[in-house]
């Protein structure tokens, strides 16, 4: 139980690094090069820019600290699945806004912010830390390290040599990990 605790809390310190980019860059280009003064989806055009530097930023983050032991070999893929449920966690979040500002008719500014920023936001969160753990980062997905960096696979995050994994009587299904680097692709 401890450690989900400090891996949510990891989780939650990406999360938080995202949000500061997304707030930030979003409000510097609707402010200067996407002012709807200049262009009249320029809002959106800084959203879509702030909310995709977010999502590469939590993909690192979670990559190499949050779920970083178990991180696949299968980097485009990974990424892919991470962007899958990246946006799935952003669904959740508009759909919050949605019902409340069209369906209900909570069209006030803190209405929007309480249904799109508290609820949409802990909702989106819990569905996409379930999701980063069970599917994208799962244990039985990563072998301990990226192939993008085959010299470094027999070493923990701090760089010391990795203790020897052990499979008790033999019941192991996985065959033995290939010598040569796997396609990173």
Known sequence: MRKLISQFARF????LVGLVIDFGVFNIL???VFAPENLHEGPVL???VSTGLAIIANWVGNRYWTFREHRGR????EFAEFLVVSLGGMAIGLACLWISH???GFTSILADNISGNVI???LGTAFRFTLYKTWVFAPHR???GPAVFPADEGADAAGAPAAPVTEARGTSSRPPAAT???DAG
């Open 102 to 104: 069209y369906v209900l």
């Open 120 to 122: 949409g936001l802990a």
């Open 180 to 182: 040569a680097p796997a």
């Open 30 to 32: 609707r402010a200067t």
């Open 46 to 48: 800084a959203k879509v």
């Open 12 to 15: 939650g310190v990406v999360g």
């Open 142 to 144: 990563g072998d301990g």
């Open 74 to 77: 299968q980097l485009w893929r």
